[in-house]
C-alpha cells in the first residue's frame, strides 16, 4: 500500500514514511492511494471476533509488509491493553435502533487515546527497527495533551513535550498531564495562550535546523496511523449491529473531521454504512457545508464542548480530496484560494453523493444542555457535552428520515467525569472520576514554566531531549 498527498506534489510514501511525516511536504495529508476491500464474506467471519483481532485484519492491507510477523498484532495487543473495559469501544443500547459507543475507556478518558495509544506504540517498533529517535513536540488547549503524553510515556524511542497555557487549561486537564511520572515527558506551562503555544510549536517546526536536530515529530489528527486506528471502531460497530447483512448509520460529534472521516474510510471499504451524522456546536463550519456545499471561516467562539471548538476542519481537507476526482493540483488551487478569501465551494460533480451520505446538525450550548438533560431523565445515563451533540443529531437524522429502520450508533467521545461543570449544570449530578484516577487531585505535578519565548524553549528542549546524549 501506498499513500499520496492530497495536494499532488509530494512523494509517495510506504506506511512507515506516512507514519514518520505527518503532514505531507507539500501542506497535503496522506490518504491511501486505493481502498483495500473487506468483503461480505470477510465481514462476516469478522462477526464476533475479539476487538484486536478485528483491528488486526482491518489495518492489516494498510501496513502492508511493515510491522511483519506479530508485530502488528503486538502493537495492538499493548495498546488496547491499557483500556478499562473488555471489548475497548462497546455498545450500549439507549432506544430503539439506536445505540451508544463507549469510546473513553482508555486512560484519559476521551476517543483520542483509540488512536493515540495505538500510534505510541506504532512509533517505538518502527522507530526500534529502523534504530531512530523521535521528539514529539505539541500544544495542547486540554484533550490531546494527556492523550499524547499517556501514548509516548516510557516509550525508549521517544521524548515528548507538551507546552499548554499556564492557568488556562482546567485543574482535571492538567492534572492529567502533570502527574504523569516518567522520564521522557515534559510539560511545559507557557506563560501565554493556547495559540501562543501553538505558534511556539510553529515556529519550531519551522526552524529546519532545530527540527533535524531533534528529529521532531507531531502526533495532530491529521496522522494518517490516526485515522487508521479509528476504522476499526465503525468496523465493529457496523458488525455488530448486522452488518454485512443490515445497513447502519453513525453520528459523529465532530471538529477536525478525522473521527467521522474513519467512518468514510470504512464505507469506502465496503461495509454497508447509510449515512454519516455530523454533529458540531456553534462553530458550525461543517453544519453549513453540508448543508450548501460552501464554507465561509468566521471568528472560533468557545462552547461548552471545548473539543470542537474549531473553524476549519483539517481532515476535511482527505474527504476534499475525493470530490476533486482526486486531482491534487485542483485541490491544492482550490484550498489556496480558501485561505486567501475564507471561501470555498465544493464542486457539483461527486456532491450528490456526499450530499446522500452526510447529514450535518447543530446545536448551541442551550440545546447541548437540555439534550445532556434529555438523555438522563430517559435513560439514567450521564453524557459529556460532545457525546451529547452527536445523540442530538443522531435523533435529529432519525426524525428527518422518518421511514429509515437502519439502526444508528452515535459515538460517545469522552467519559462525563471530564466535564463535570457541564454534566453538573445540566443534571444536578456531579460524575466522579473513576477510581484508577482518583489519585490524580494529590499526586505530584512535574511542570517547567516557561515565558512566551521560542529560544528559551528551544533551549529548554535541547537541554531535556535524550536525542543528543544517544547518537
Ligand atoms: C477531539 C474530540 C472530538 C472531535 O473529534 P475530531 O476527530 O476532531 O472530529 C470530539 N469529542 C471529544 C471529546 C474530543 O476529544
Same mark, same amino acid.
Given at each position: 500500500?501506498?499513500?499520496?498527498?492530497?495536494?499532488? *506534489?509530494? /512523494?509517495?510514501?510506504?506506511?512507515?514514511?506516512?507514519?514518520?511525516?505527518?503532514?505531507?511536504?507539500?501542506?497535503?495529508? &496522506?490518504?491511501? =492511494?486505493?481502498?483495500? *476491500?473487506?468483503?461480505?464474506?470477510? *465481514?462476516? +467471519?469478522?462477526?464476533?471476533?475479539? &476487538?484486536?483481532?478485528?483491528?488486526?485484519?482491518?489495518?492489516?492491507?494498510?501496513?502492508?509488509?511493515?510491522?511483519?510477523?506479530?508485530?502488528?498484532?503486538?502493537?495492538?495487543?499493548?495498546?488496547?491493553?491499557?483500556?478499562?473495559?473488555?471489548?475497548?469501544?462497546?455498545?450500549?443500547?439507549?432506544?430503539?435502533?439506536?445505540?451508544?459507543?463507549?469510546?473513553?475507556?482508555?486512560?484519559?478518558? !476521551?476517543?483520542?487515546?483509540?488512536?493515540?495509544?495505538?500510534?505510541?506504540? #506504532?512509533?517505538?517498533?518502527?522507530?526500534?527497527?529502523?534504530?531512530?529517535?523521535?521528539?514529539?513536540?505539541?500544544?495542547?488547549?486540554? @484533550?490531546?495533551?494527556?492523550?499524547? #503524553?499517556?501514548?509516548?510515556?516510557? +516509550?525508549?524511542?521517544?521524548?515528548?513535550? $507538551?507546552?499548554?497555557?499556564?492557568?488556562?487549561?482546567? =485543574?482535571?486537564?492538567?492534572?492529567?498531564?502533570?502527574?504523569?511520572?516518567?522520564?521522557?515527558?515534559?510539560?511545559?506551562?507557557?506563560?501565554?495562550?493556547?495559540?501562543?503555544?501553538?505558534?511556539?510549536?510553529?515556529?519550531?517546526?519551522?526552524?529546519?535546523?532545530?527540527?533535524?536536530?531533534?528529529?521532531?515529530?507531531?502526533?495532530?489528527?491529521?496522522?494518517?496511523?490516526?485515522?487508521?486506528?479509528?476504522?476499526?471502531?465503525?468496523?465493529?460497530?457496523?458488525? !455488530?449491529?448486522?452488518?454485512?447483512?443490515?445497513?447502519?448509520?453513525?453520528?459523529?460529534?465532530?471538529?477536525?473531521?478525522?473521527?467521522?472521516?474513519?467512518?468514510?474510510?470504512?464505507?469506502?471499504?465496503?461495509?454497508? $454504512? =447509510?449515512?454519516?451524522?455530523?454533529?458540531?456546536?456553534?462553530?458550525?463550519?461543517?453544519?453549513?457545508?453540508?448543508?450548501?456545499?460552501?464554507?465561509? $471561516?468566521?471568528?472560533?467562539?468557545?462552547? #461548552?464542548?471545548?473539543?470542537?471548538?474549531? *473553524?476549519?476542519?483539517?481532515?476535511?481537507?482527505?474527504?476534499?480530496?475525493?470530490?476533486? @476526482?482526486?486531482?491534487?493540483?485542483?485541490?491544492?488551487?482550490?484550498?489556496?484560494?480558501?485561505?486567501?478569501?475564507?471561501?470555498?465551494?465544493?464542486?457539483?460533480?461527486?456532491?450528490?453523493?456526499?450530499?446522500?451520505?452526510?447529514?450535518?446538525?447543530?446545536? @448551541?450550548?442551550?440545546?447541548?444542555?437540555?439534550?445532556?438533560?434529555?438523555?438522563?431523565?430517559?435513560?439514567?445515563?450521564?453524557?459529556? /457535552?460532545?457525546?451529547?451533540?452527536?445523540?442530538?443529531?443522531?435523533?435529529?437524522?432519525?426524525?428527518?428520515?422518518?421511514?429509515?429502520?437502519?439502526?444508528?450508533?452515535?459515538?460517545?467521545?469522552?467519559?462525563?467525569?471530564?466535564?463535570? @461543570?457541564?454534566?453538573?449544570?445540566?443534571?444536578?449530578?456531579?460524575?466522579?472520576?473513576?477510581?484508577?484516577? !482518583?489519585?490524580?487531585?494529590?499526586?505530584?505535578?512535574?511542570?517547567?514554566?516557561? /515565558?512566551?519565548?521560542?529560544?528559551?524553549?528551544?533551549?529548554?528542549?535541547?537541554?531535556?531531549?535524550?536525542?543528543?546524549?544517544?547518537?
Amino acid at each position: 500500500m501506498r499513500y499520496i498527498s492530497t495536494r499532488g *506534489q509530494a /512523494p509517495r510514501l510506504g506506511f512507515e514514511e506516512a507514519l514518520l511525516t505527518g503532514l505531507a511536504r507539500d501542506g497535503g495529508l &496522506y490518504v491511501p =492511494e486505493t481502498w483495500p *476491500q473487506l468483503g461480505k464474506a470477510a *465481514q462476516a +467471519r469478522l462477526a464476533g471476533q475479539p &476487538y484486536g483481532a478485528v483491528a488486526a485484519q482491518v489495518m492489516r492491507p494498510f501496513v502492508g509488509r511493515s510491522l511483519a510477523g506479530k508485530a502488528l498484532q503486538g502493537a495492538i495487543a499493548e495498546a488496547y491493553g491499557t483500556f478499562r473495559h473488555q471489548a475497548v469501544a462497546p455498545l450500549v443500547q439507549i432506544d430503539e435502533g439506536l445505540w451508544l459507543m463507549e469510546l473513553f475507556h482508555g486512560p484519559t478518558l !476521551a476517543f483520542k487515546d483509540v488512536a493515540l495509544q495505538l500510534l505510541g506504540q #506504532l512509533y517505538d517498533r518502527v522507530l526500534k527497527a529502523r534504530g531512530e529517535r523521535i521528539t514529539v513536540i505539541g500544544a495542547t488547549s486540554g @484533550d490531546t495533551g494527556s492523550a499524547a #503524553l499517556e501514548a509516548c510515556r516510557d +516509550r525508549a524511542a521517544i521524548d515528548i513535550f $507538551i507546552l499548554h497555557p499556564k492557568g488556562r487549561v482546567s =485543574e482535571v486537564q492538567r492534572r492529567q498531564m502533570t502527574t504523569i511520572d516518567a522520564a521522557n515527558v515534559h510539560n511545559i506551562a507557557i506563560d501565554g495562550s493556547f495559540d501562543d503555544c501553538q505558534d511556539l510549536v510553529k515556529a519550531m517546526f519551522n526552524d529546519q535546523a532545530f527540527r533535524d536536530r531533534v528529529n521532531m515529530a507531531a502526533v495532530n489528527s491529521i496522522n494518517w496511523a490516526r485515522v487508521l486506528a479509528q476504522v476499526v471502531y465503525y468496523v465493529t460497530g457496523a458488525i !455488530a449491529l448486522g452488518a454485512p447483512h443490515r445497513a447502519v448509520s453513525f453520528a459523529v460529534p465532530s471538529g477536525n473531521f478525522g473521527n467521522v472521516y474513519a467512518g468514510y474510510a470504512a464505507k469506502s471499504m465496503g461495509l454497508p $454504512i =447509510e449515512r454519516l451524522i455530523v454533529g458540531s456546536n456553534r462553530n458550525d463550519i461543517l453544519t453549513r457545508f453540508f448543508s450548501s456545499g460552501a464554507m465561509k $471561516i468566521t471568528r472560533v467562539t468557545p462552547s #461548552l464542548s471545548p473539543s470542537m471548538d474549531i *473553524q476549519v476542519s483539517s481532515n476535511l481537507e482527505r474527504l476534499l480530496f475525493d470530490l476533486f @476526482d482526486r486531482k491534487g493540483e485542483k485541490l491544492a488551487a482550490a484550498m489556496q484560494e480558501f485561505r486567501r478569501s475564507g471561501h470555498f465551494t465544493a464542486p457539483q460533480r461527486h456532491w450528490g453523493r456526499v450530499a446522500k451520505t452526510f447529514h450535518a446538525h447543530r446545536l @448551541d450550548d442551550r440545546q447541548t444542555l437540555a439534550a445532556m438533560r434529555d438523555v438522563h431523565r430517559r435513560t439514567g445515563m450521564l453524557v459529556d /457535552p460532545h457525546s451529547a451533540i452527536g445523540l442530538a443529531a443522531a435523533l435529529d437524522a432519525r426524525r428527518s428520515a422518518a421511514k429509515s429502520a437502519t439502526p444508528i450508533i452515535s459515538l460517545a467521545t469522552a467519559h462525563p467525569a471530564k466535564f463535570p @461543570d457541564a454534566v453538573e449544570q445540566a443534571t444536578g449530578i456531579r460524575p466522579a472520576l473513576p477510581s484508577h484516577l !482518583a489519585h490524580l487531585m494529590s499526586a505530584r505535578e512535574r511542570l517547567t514554566d516557561l /515565558p512566551n519565548d521560542l529560544a528559551r524553549v528551544q533551549d529548554f528542549v535541547l537541554a531535556n531531549t535524550r536525542l543528543g546524549h544517544n547518537r
